[in-house]
């Protein structure tokens, strides 16, 4: 079964600069759009960014742009999340995904970011 793994999760202060990452094991999902969403406590997981197949058009949520990046690596079969000018309000649960349909149904088991004031 096809496995996405995020990492680079953790503690950091207000400010500060964190890149994630998402490994696929699957070659397939080279040719596929990806995304990054995020679950805050007591929230609903929210979209963040996403990244063509191509490595072209990329999407942001209003609340990340600016200050959060989206790249694809598919040497590497790894997207990547980097994340400058963090707050506290970024802080949750983030979650890479894979779109092979018309939905994102391939998601990864989340890497936890927390940002201290």
């Known amino acids: 079964q096809a496995q996405l793994i995020e990492s680079g999760g953790r503690l950091v202060q207000a400010g500060d600069s964190l890149r994630l990452s998402c490994a696929a094991s699957?070659?397939?999902?080279?040719?596929?759009?990806k995304a990054w969403f995020r679950q805050a406590p007591g929230k609903e997981r929210e979209f963040v960014a996403s990244?063509?197949?191509?490595?072209?058009?990329?999407d942001y949520a209003d609340s990340v742009k600016g200050r959060f990046t989206i790249s694809r690596d598919d040497a590497k079969n790894t997207v990547y999340l980097q994340m400058n000018s963090l707050k506290p309000e970024d802080t949750a649960v983030y979650y890479c995904?894979?779109?092979?349909?018309?939905?994102?149904?391939?998601w990864g088991q989340g890497t936890q970011v927390t940002v201290s004031s």
């Open positions: 699957d070659r397939t999902f080279t040719i596929r759009t």
């Open positions: 990244i063509d197949w191509s490595g072209g058009p990329r």
């Open positions: 995904a894979v779109r092979t349909g018309t939905e994102f149904d391939i």
